[in-house]
């Protein structure tokens, strides 16, 4: 099993964000890689950055920590996710994380992973419908569904991501959707803008010395106890970025 994490420095919103320091000299793709790598299902961890100069530093900070690097496409994020499984040795499942989501839970893609292999399907996430906080999404695909979405998607926004050619074509992929006990969908645990990062910030100041794989109940009662907390980033909408390549479908009918 290989657990692929896209991540690059470039980004409209929050430029250099990967390697913001939020704690301990460490940015949002260390803490992220720390806590990735506690997931107690055998896999191999790897980055998929862009070929573009500005990550050198990406490929520079998997050099230090002695993780996989693979350099792609910086717009074909699908091509890029694609090769980079490829090129460590394609296996039969693949787990696709986002480097903005430092606050990560080990268990919760644990969670997924499991009902990926017990109900046998092509596709598992826990965002269909959303009910984990933004910043805990988790994707499980099967190798032969992410190799044909590789060779047929078309659009531009199933090539500037990963899943949707999967998604969209549910004639084609079985799949399943990991659900929460509770729904806290409400909340945004993810680096995009600097209100993000405050947050982020914020809840490793809180919970980071006390244990530093500090899991998802641990935030939800850290921010149940700090509310003006959760307000700061409350005005940002969730998967901005995916909105963004449908409007820029919408206005350029071309593809890639």
Known sequence: MQIIIQARMGSNRLPGKMLMPIINKKGALELMIERVSKVQIDHQLIIATTDLQEDNAIEKLCDKLNVNCFRGDSDDVLSRFYNASKYFGKTDIIVRLTGD?????PTVIEKVIHVFLAKNVDYASNTDPETYP???DVSVIGWNALEKAFYEAKKISER???VPYIINHPEM???INVVNE???SIHRWTLDEIDDFKLIKAIYSGLYDKDNIFNMDDIL???EQN???IKLNQHIKRNEGYYLSLEKESNDKSTI
């Open 160 to 162: 500037e991501h990963v």
């Open 173 to 175: 992929f079985s799949k």
């Open 221 to 223: 009662s850290y921010l």
């Open 182 to 184: 509770v729904d806290t």
């Open 134 to 136: 933004d910043g805990l």
């Open 227 to 229: 509310k003006d907390l």
């Open 101 to 105: 989501c430092p606050l990560h839970d």
